[in-house]
């Protein structure tokens, strides 16, 4: 499976953005997704993730309420829709997928498949 996020760009605060994550190679609709992101001189850390069935999801807890995890298994994409952007969710996000491990999506090391980072940046 690779995976590929887009959708990044430079805005504003208070602006939204969505970003998504398609994957190629079969078994898209039996993995679990997350969103990670890297600020500069960060480490990577957790943003969102859903259960392969599509009834669960998970958020870190400065973008609950303003971040969503979606996905469309017959487009084989998962996206992040992001709400009221703040100069601290400037980073770089990647989207990631696991094969199992479902009570631990928070964590990077869970997953198999990372996509390569797009990079938001929100300015004042």
């Known amino acids: 499976v690779q995976l590929q996020a887009f959708g990044g760009g430079l805005v504003q605060a208070g602006d939204s953005l969505r970003l998504s994550c398609v994957a190629s190679?079969?078994?898209?609709?039996?993995?679990?997704i997350g969103w990670f992101r890297q600020a500069p001189g960060k480490e990577r850390e957790f943003v969102a993730a859903m259960q392969w069935r599509g009834d669960t999801s998970y958020a870190e807890r400065s973008v609950k309420g303003r971040f969503t995890i979606s996905r469309d298994n017959a487009k084989n994409t998962a996206y992040l829709q992001m709400n009221t952007l703040r100069l601290d969710d400037t980073a770089v996000y990647y989207c990631a997928a696991a094969t199992s491990g479902s009570y631990y999506l928070s964590r990077s090391d869970t997953y198999d498949y990372w996509g390569q980072g797009t990079q938001v940046t929100v300015s004042s």
């Open positions: 190679g079969r078994g898209f609709s039996r993995l679990h």
